[in-house]
């Protein structure tokens, strides 16, 4: 049995395994079909988004859902169950689990106890190894390949769940170069960086946006939070440097993509919406075959045994 | 692809297609059944009553359904996301959306950007489609017909949304009679009444109740709602004025029918619940087959291409 | 058609039709699969656990679930429908009927109107008849019978429901001997003891914890809550005098087993889960099995003519 708690696992085979069942859904998921599964959406907050996202995926296989938002009520003061407790019943009740939970290492300490398959649905601050395969999909259905491509993260890559773990994704890639553009308040870690630089994977940190967007192939925009400015000039600033609209389109290469993990606020106008390297609502569509791609490696009994995923945990 | 936006839009032929498949569904639907359909309930504010009743008509057809309740997070303080951004994911999701919006013109707004089609399941004040076909369904159902009924609304007739619904289907249909009873504060508006007369339908607005009873074919009750009165004995008066008990049963024709939306109060006691004239219940539970009927119309290979809805919008 | 509204209502023969259904279920529940039935889980208050249960039984069945957990904004204020027109409509949308309810008595008054059977899923602090069902299967499960058991009940016993319940229904059986082990406090009510003396029980207060672990088959733990204590002193005292921890296994007998309806908080510590007599994650896990059964005998066109079950209301 397998979990997905992070996206440091995932090896070049499985990944390739999952771009290939994700290609194949799209046209026929029937071969893969999983009527009597079950999977528990089990939410210690609440992601609606990301919820619907699997449990569209868990119907399109033809399995069936359980749900709830209100987990937290299993660890609630009055009935303070351990996150272990609930798993461990749970997971009597279903085949699969997707978990979100807001502490980071949760998904791992659910994997430990669970009798079923564990998928992390976004662990705080940690990971969401999901959101991060369905972006590398993107880049790999749009460009037939990763290597060789330069990707420009923009936005907040300090705090940014989806860049990091994207950055380690793309780790198991060859000669694909990383262009950073951020407010000076907010780049990439220096663990990214050293993680990069240990797989021989050239970045950079850009000032010039335009410049950015000429040398892209894929530019990944992010929202820049409000919240982690003190001075809303520099805040404004920021949101007024790195935005996509109608006088940006122009420097974008004539086969670049632009992502973004939505929601997206200002930092895309949605005047771009229609040009055709917009990919952000593919991005987030493309979530649902990758996620059933996934239910799959994980349940179906034959692709079960040959998922090549480093259990690092 | 057709959406579900207003009454206004459903076309006699559209609405002949949807009694006559409704019909169907309770024989036998298992000539529609889509088991590889999913349904999104995006609800952006709570109505379990009609959320219950989309969702088991889409399991009654065999197919799935993803739900939220809490679709305003999207759009919260901190996500900010646009109506139409959000529909724009949720369409990669699912088949269909049925949607519920606090601001008038919010279906409208989702139809224009949805991928799949959008079935308005009430836009604030605005309007609710589905409750006006299952309505009209039940009078049909017991009648056989529409044309030449006199047909009494009761109660809240100026914010009432059923009841102005009701009327702009009602314009389809040949010599109905339309008798208004309410108190003064909550009289039609004047609008309906300008679309009944141009549509050649005579209405009249009725003072003694009693006698409404005995003319109609059809009572449409609806609730008072207090918050509405600013004195206490008023409203009191017209909660005793308008209210079906066992002494206004006798004035009732034998045939007549009495509907009323739920939930109601004390507008009807639950003493008469037991003659078979009061037909709410089963008006409630037509309310599966209608929109077992209106998916199918929307969904079926056949069916859509035949859909003879106006687009309005 | 029947309901499910209070243990005193499962005869011998329906325990027995249902314990064997449990048993199949495990091996294949196939041949009772219900692809077009429905159910509603209609949640007053907030149960995840037990509401996912039913809900994980109705699919594991091939079924379809609608669901909410909010039905209490049916009767809210500004609502105010009465429990029973709610019902009335809900029954209408699908083939049974979960029911959580706040209040004694509901399930009863539920099972009045409904269209389609009520199965009780806690009424209060009245009845939870399916946890004492799962309760009384995981014990016949591991010994194979119950005539003839010695059965420790342990902790809360004034207060709490699922000891109670498990309580009537040992009534229907022989030879069970009963070891009531709890605070002064919260002993268990004399109308209990004189069920399980006219039922021609035996029954015992044992102060000695360690002498009930002695005798027992099956000890079954339960919470004891802190706000029934004013004095935090005897709270502590309580707490540490009723714990299964590795100290106390010893003392179980070989084959006895430990059970709790969870969750747990202190009571059992996590340091003797490996013990294999400690089933209380088998308990919930069998919580499905049991509904699988429940679900089959009312609404298997077959079984649903045998089902011996008294109608006491």
Chains 1, 2, 3 share one sequence.
Request: hydrophobic share 40%; glycine share 6%; aromatic share 10%.
């Amino acid at each position: 049995m397998h979990h997905i708690v992070e996206s440091q696992q995932f090896t070049l085979a499985f990944l390739n395994q999952i771009y290939r069942l994700a290609d194949e859904m799209q046209l026929d998921p029937r071969p893969y079909f999983m009527p009597n599964k079950i999977m528990a959406t089990v939410f210690f907050e609440p992601s609606t988004r990301t919820r619907l996202s699997f449990e569209s995926a868990m119907h399109r296989l033809g399995g069936n859902v359980i749900s709830t938002e209100k987990a937290a009520e299993f660890s609630s003061h009055s009935k303070g169950e351990s996150l272990e407790d609930s798993i461990r019943v749970l997971s009597g009740y279903a085949d699969v689990i997707a978990l979100r939970h807001f502490e980071i290492g949760s998904a791992k300490r659910a994997a430990k106890v669970s009798q079923v398959p564990v998928i992390n649905a976004g662990d705080g601050a940690g990971q969401h190894p999901t959101q991060s395969l369905l972006d590398l999909y993107t880049i790999q259905a749009n460009f037939g390949k990763i290597d060789g491509l330069t990707i420009a993260l923009v936005g907040d890559l300090l705090y940014g769940r989806t860049v990091r773990s994207l950055c380690y994704l793309l780790g198991r890639f060859y000669q694909v170069k990383l262009l950073f553009v951020s407010p000076s308040i907010c780049r990439m870690g220096q663990d990214i960086k050293d993680f990069l630089t240990g797989h021989n994977l050239p970045w950079e940190e850009v000032e010039d946006f335009n410049a950015a967007l000429r040398a892209a192939d894929c530019v990944y925009m992010t929202r820049i939070q409000k919240e982690r400015f003190l001075d809303m000039d520099l805040y404004n600033n920021a949101l007024n440097q790195y935005r996509i609209d109608k006088t940006k389109t122009p420097l974008l290469k004539e086969q670049a993509i632009v992502m973004h993990p939505l929601p997206r606020l200002d930092e895309i106008n949605k005047e771009v919406d229609s040009d055709p390297r917009m990919k952000y609502f593919q991005q987030a569509a493309n979530g649902v075959w990758v996620r059933m791609a996934l239910i799959t490696s994980l349940l179906h009994p034959q692709l079960q045994k040959e998922t090549p995923l480093e259990q690092k945990f």
